[in-house]
């Protein structure tokens, strides 16, 4: 039999074993319920001849969103987080409020406009296996938060964010 058939490592990917981490929202990295690793697109040109239309390599690429949903703590740290970092690059009170979201990120690793992000797929032993960096993300959208009385059980609020990212990497992480 042919051993260059049979795969290396058997084991399924588990979605249950992840710790997604962004540096700008440290108080919501814990609480991180979801995260996706998203799909890619290219729509790729298409070259005339005589004969028939025929589509060419694409020198575009197209990254969906990333989105995370999470548990909002009690104090809403990390709901306000997102929240001021959306107004802050979308829509300050002043100039000088996104300028100075700007300049903040020339001086500390997590901080200004954009922030980088890690999501780590553990493997079958909970050890890290796959690192998914993503460069120059920002959040575009929050969901709302809905209260409610109606319930007779308590449900914890998660709030889902949508960020844009300018790309991705997806990389084995050395084992130790």
């Given at each position: 039999?042919?051993?260059l058939?049979?795969?290396?490592?058997?084991?399924?990917?588990?979605?249950?074993?992840?710790?997604?981490?962004?540096?700008?929202?440290?108080n919501c990295?814990?609480?991180?319920?979801?995260a996706?690793i998203?799909?890619?697109?290219a729509s790729?040109?298409?070259?005339g001849?005589?004969?028939?239309?025929?589509?060419?390599?694409?020198?575009?690429?197209t990254?969906?969103?990333?989105?995370i949903?999470?548990?909002?703590?009690?104090?809403?740290q990390?709901?306000?987080e997102?929240?001021?970092?959306?107004?802050?690059?979308?829509?300050?009170?002043?100039g000088?409020?996104h300028r100075?979201?700007?300049n903040?990120?020339?001086?500390q690793?997590?901080?200004?406009?954009?922030?980088?992000a890690?999501?780590f797929?553990?493997?079958?032993?909970?050890?890290?296996?796959?690192?998914?960096?993503?460069?120059?993300?920002?959040?575009?959208?929050?969901?709302d938060?809905?209260?409610?009385?109606?319930?007779?059980?308590?449900?914890?609020?998660?709030?889902t964010?949508?960020?844009?990212?300018?790309?991705?990497t997806?990389?084995?992480?050395?084992?130790?």
């Open positions: 039999m042919n051993n058939l049979q795969p290396i490592n058997k084991n399924f990917l588990s979605q249950l074993e992840f710790k997604f981490i962004i540096n700008k929202l440290p990295n814990f609480f991180v319920q979801e996706n998203p799909g890619l697109s790729p040109p298409l070259m001849s005589p004969f028939v239309t025929m589509p060419i390599a694409s020198d575009r690429m990254y969906n969103d990333l989105r949903t999470f548990k909002v703590d009690e104090d809403m990390n709901y306000t997102i929240v001021d970092w959306l107004i802050g690059i979308n829509f300050p009170t002043s000088e409020e100075a979201l700007r903040e990120g020339r001086k690793q997590g901080a200004g406009v954009y922030s980088d890690s999501l797929i553990m493997n079958s032993h909970m050890n890290k296996n796959i690192e998914v960096q993503f460069k120059d993300c920002f959040p575009i959208d929050i969901e938060l809905n209260f409610t009385t109606r319930s007779d059980m308590v449900d914890w609020l998660e709030a964010v949508t960020f844009k990212y300018l790309h991705h997806i990389k084995r992480v050395a084992s130790s």
